[in-house]
Structure formats: C-alpha cells, structure tokens
C-alpha cells in the first residue's frame, strides 16, 4: 500500500483480477461477437437439448424421487423455452437505445444520445439443489447471451447436468473457458471471489444470502440473489374450494415440494376453511411420502409441536426423526406469527389460517419476512385487485407455480426472498451494465465561455419559462427576451432589497 491506502501496481486485487480475466482470449472473443453469432450459440445449444433431452435427465441424479417425465417438465423443456426466448428477443433488447429529440432538455440542442448495454464481465453463478439444470442453466444462458464470461458453482452433488449443459455449450460452438464448472465445495465460490468475479448470481437460503452479501461487500461486486420463501395463498370468497385443494396438493407433491414457491400459508375466510380441510384430506391422502434432510425433519418436528401447542390442529401425523421420508404435514388453525408460518421450509408442509377477510389476510402475510411469490384463487376481477395489493415478487391467480415457467417473465423476491431478477428481458438485462454515450454536434459551445454579467437572469428566466405555472411563464418570458437583447430586468426579489 502507498501513503493514500492504494494498492501499489504490484498488488493483484480481485478487481484486477477481474480485469485480467476479461482480456483473456477466450472471453474477448465471446463479447466482442455480434450477438447473432451468439445467439447462434443458444440456438445449437435448444436443439441439443431436445435432441438429448435422456442424458439430461439421467444427469439429475440428484432428484432421485423424480420420475423422468417431471424432470423434463419441470426443468428441461422450461430450459429449451428460454433459449428460444432470448434467440427471438435478445437483439433487440441488447441492441443500443438511440434517444431522440423527445424529452431533451432544450438547452441541449445538437446533443444525441444513446444507451448501450454491454457484458458485466465474469459472472458466478451459484446453483441450488432443488432445480439443479432450470435455474442455474437459464441464469447461465442470459449470462452467456449478453457476452459474458460464466462460472458456475453447483450444489453438493449436482454437478453433473451442468457438466453435460457445458459440453453442449461447446459442441454448439461456444469458446472453451468462457463456461466452466467449478467444484461443489463452498471453498469454490470462496476462491473465486477472491480471484476476481464482477457480478454473483445465488439461488439459495436467505443465511446463505446474508453470508454471501456480506463477503461481496468488501469486494463491491453486486449481485442477483433469489433467496428462501414462504409462500402465501389467498382464497376469496367464491372461489372453487375443489380446485384449490387440488392446486395444494399439486403444490405438495411436485418435486418433494422442494420448490422456492411452493404453498405454505393459506389465509382462508373461517366459513369455507372445513370444507377445505375435508377437500384437501381427500387429495394428499394418496401422496408419498418424500426424502427430508434429517436436519430438516428435526427443525420441522419443533415447529409442528410448538405450533400445535399454540392451538394449531394437525390434519396428518407429525413429522418424525426416525423416518427418511415425510408425509404432508398440514395444520389447521394456524396463527400467522406461529414459527411455522414464518420459516423458510424445503418440506410437504402446509398451514391453513382463517381470516376474516382479505384485509386480515394481507396483515397476516405481512408477519412473515419471506416475499417471493403468492397465488390468488377467487373470481379474476376481485382476484386481480388482490394481486396488485399483495408484497411479493410474484403472484400467481387460480394456478400454483407453473405459470412462472413462461420464459418472459422476470423472477425474484422482495425483503428476506433477495433481490434482483433472472429470467425474462429484465433478467437478461441484470446480467449488463450500462454505458451512455452523448454526441455533441456542431460547433456552438455557449458553456464553454467563462460566465458574464446578465448569465443569472438569463439562466433564472430559463427556469421558470420551462418550468414554473402559466402566470410565471409569461412574465420570464418578457424577461428571457429582455435578457437576451442585454437588457436584463433585475429578479422581484433583488428589486425589493
């Protein structure tokens, strides 16, 4: 360090690292392609996909209770659609903005301007369990079609499919090195922040987000981070009770109901919520039981008895420490501040909440700290009204968790849930930053003159010429004219001191 506390030249900082690492062959070449040439990439990269769609599933090991056909469902068609996404929607919104005259201040005649979006650099992409292709593949593929460098860290035992996505990447045409898969130890992620990342994408606990947030700080690389949830389910009155009970289970049963936005609290009006409880018995009554983490089964354990000694009722049998595997557990008469209902929760658990109405209902939400997505069922215009009310990064009507499957919507939470988006146009774009570019034509450069007499009556009638009422208006611009003619009129408020 010199006397000001800067690294000396001989210091290779994890900035100047990051910079190394952009200048390196490989990666030039990727950002500086035209962005067809790279969407030629992702294009070679949808048909492998389809075309291998088995080695991916056998990939995915790791979700050994998944039969093959939710395995393509859940995480590789929704793969292959946003690839097509991006081939179709990418250039353009890439492509620099070009400003016209519209909403130029006036005094910045002969100036154009334009907004690029340009590579971040070497983005770290650190990957869940639970979808071990969907989430970090598609985060890698937008990472990729902006022109960046990916490194990706799986989760403990779900290397493989991004292996074999990385082999595809290459046999599609993309440069060696500008996709690599790192270990799955924590200590991967740690070095490579340490040698230079410039942006992290994690999907993940919110420990793990609070974690990691903090080790980033003292590099000042930002981040996207999709964190815990634990989400919320409206019912209005008039909704179908039948199909709600369906969408539940539904909820329960998709992968273990090992899913970021998978039911967990349902705020229901007291007078429909037995009905309900009888719908729901009936549909999860056939369910298996699913793999839990031990961990996990002895927290879930705590959380059931103390909520059921809190008056919570349980509909099915307790979760228990000597069993691999869970059941659904649901609990009705559920209060919102119950432990339960404000955890984050990788298990088939759902808590069932009477409410008065939809008003007690969005207070009973707002007790959990966890705002990833939410679902509405109810008739649409009241259901709708709802959504727009609702603190979530996502809110599903008359449907659980598949809709967000659609390759153009954004996705991320608010508060606990993390920060950012991945996916849609807004994702692609959170894998850029921005450059603006002003072009000052002609020769006139009034500003560039040193300031005269008369400049702040000029500049004071400019003002309110363009910005004060009507009345205001048109008394500056009796002075804009005198000012100009260099008989400048001394301001109201000069004049009377």
């Known amino acids: 360090m010199d006397r000001n506390n800067t690294p000396s030249s001989d210091v290779v900082t994890p900035w100047r690292r990051a910079v190394i690492h952009r200048h390196e062959a490989g990666f030039a070449a990727w950002s500086e392609q035209d962005i067809l040439a790279r969407l030629s990439v992702i294009r070679g990269l949808r048909h492998r996909i389809a075309e291998n769609a088995f080695d991916l599933v056998a990939s995915l090991k790791s979700r050994p209770a998944r039969q093959a056909a939710e395995s393509i469902s859940a995480e590789i068609l929704p793969l292959a659609e946003a690839c097509r996404f991006l081939e179709r929607e990418a250039a353009g919104l890439l492509a620099p903005k070009l ?37 970090p593949g598609i985060q890698a593929v937008q990472a990729l079609t902006a022109g960046n460098r990916v490194l990706v860290k799986p989760a403990p035992g779900c290397g493989a499919p991004m292996v074999l996505l990385g082999r595809r990447l290459e046999e599609a045409g993309l440069p060696p090195g500008v996709f690599r898969v790192l270990d799955e130890s924590i200590d991967a992620a740690e070095d490579a922040i340490a040698d230079g990342i410039d942006k992290l994408v994690l999907t993940g606990s919110a420990d793990t987000g609070r974690a990691v947030a903090e080790r980033l700080a003292r590099h000042l690389v930002p981040s996207t981070m999709e964190l815990s949830g634990n989400d919320a389910v409206f019912v209005l009155p ?182 950012g988006v991945t996916r849609g146009a807004e ?45 205001t208006r048109i008394a500056a611009l009796r002075r804009l004219v005198q000012a100009v003619r260099g008989r400048s009129v001394p301001d109201e408020k000069h004049r009377k001191g």
């Open 99 to 135: 400003l016209g005259r519209r909403g130029r201040p006036v005094w910045l005649f002969g100036v154009e301007a334009e907004v690029r979006r340009e590579p971040v650099g070497t983005i770290l992409i650190v990957g869940p369990s639970n979808y071990p292709l969907l989430l």
């Open 238 to 419: 008039g909704a179908e009770v039948e199909l709600i009970a369906r969408a539940l289970a539904f909820g329960l049963r998709l992968n273990g109901s090992a899913t970021c936005i998978a039911p967990r609290r349902v705020f229901i009006p007291s007078g429909m919520a037995a009905d309900l409880e009888a719908a729901l018995l009936s549909h999860v009554g056939s369910l298996p039981p699913v793999p839990v983490s031990l961990p996990t089964r002895r927290r879930l354990a705590i959380l059931a008895q103390q909520a059921v000694a809190e008056g919570a009722r349980a509909l099915t049998d307790l979760p228990r420490e000597d069993s691999q595997a869970m059941a659904p557990l649901i609990l009705a008469d559920a209060a919102p501040t119950m432990a339960m209902l404000c955890e984050e929760i990788f298990a088939p658990v759902l808590s069932l909440v009477p409410v008065m109405d939809m008003e007690q209902a969005l207070d009973a939400a707002a007790a959990c700290p966890y705002a990833l997505g939410a679902s509405v069922f109810g008739p649409q215009d009241e259901a709708r009204t709802l959504a727009g009310r609702i603190d979530a990064g996502t809110v599903t009507i008359n449907d659980l968790i598949v809709p967000t499957a659609d390759p153009r919507l954004p996705f991320g939470g608010r508060h606990a849930s993390g920060w």
């Open 427 to 471: 994702g692609l774009l959170e894998m850029t930053q921005v450059k603006t570019v002003a072009i000052r034509k002609g020769r006139s450069r009034p500003h560039f003159a040193p300031p005269r007499q008369g400049d702040e009556a000029l500049m004071l009638a400019a003002l309110r010429l363009l910005h004060g009422g009507r009345g």
